[in-house]
């Protein structure tokens, strides 16, 4: 038998390697890590406070209720749509939402606008806005070749939207000393 546990602010995969170890450092056998979820097999499961208090040490928070549940699984399902590697098919947020929720898009923005105070569309710019500083930072494709990257039409749409979230043109940003990234956990 297995229990799923919904854990906030897991957003990358060394996060992903900190629950697991803390959780397995607990005694938790973990058979599946995913964003957002972690997998125990039931005869392992730690003391619910132990693992809570752990979990918060590191800087995650165990989600028991509904609500915040879907929330997570919005914000982890849209960090896997906005990143190229990993090969998402479908390019309309709406329709990559509800299949990999399996709910009526609508509801999942009201719940997501209410609780959170930006629309999906709005968290999904300021994604991948952070991934465009990423590969600027990386600094091993030009602004076109970024803009192509990361689905945009052309670089000049990408170029508007840069500006628009954080106040500078993407050369502008390059040039910095401080690089000022947010860590995908913090855009909300």
């Known amino acids: 038998m297995k229990t799923v546990f919904h854990i906030k602010n897991m957003v990358c995969d060394r996060c992903k390697m900190i629950v697991s170890q803390s959780l397995e450092e607990l005694g938790a056998t973990c058979v599946d890590v995913e964003l957002g979820t972690v997998t125990v097999a039931s005869e392992t499961i730690p003391d619910y406070?132990?693992?809570?208090?752990?979990?918060?040490?590191?800087?995650?928070?165990l989600i028991a209720d509904k609500n915040e549940i879907i929330v997570e699984r919005i914000k982890t399902n849209l960090i896997d749509f906005v990143?190229?590697?990993?090969?998402?098919?479908?390019?309309?947020?709406?329709?990559?939402?509800?299949k990999a929720l399996n709910r009526d898009y609508s509801?999942?923005?009201?719940?997501?606008?209410?609780?959170?105070?930006?629309?999906?569309?709005?968290y999904v710019i300021h994604l991948k806005i952070e991934k465009v500083k990423e590969f600027i930072q990386m600094n091993n494709l030009g602004f076109s070749e970024v803009a192509y990257t990361m689905g945009y039409k052309s670089s000049s749409h990408l170029a508007r939207q840069f500006k628009m979230v954080t106040g500078l043109s993407m050369s502008e940003y390059k040039n910095l000393q401080e690089w000022g990234r947010k860590s995908l956990d913090q855009i909300v």
């Open 49 to 61: 406070e132990t693992m809570r208090q752990v979990l918060e040490s590191k800087g995650f928070e």
């Open 83 to 98: 990143d190229p590697e990993k090969h998402v098919k479908e390019r309309n947020v709406s329709a990559f939402l509800s």
């Open 107 to 122: 509801l999942l923005s009201k719940l997501f606008s209410k609780t959170q105070g930006i629309s999906i569309e709005k």
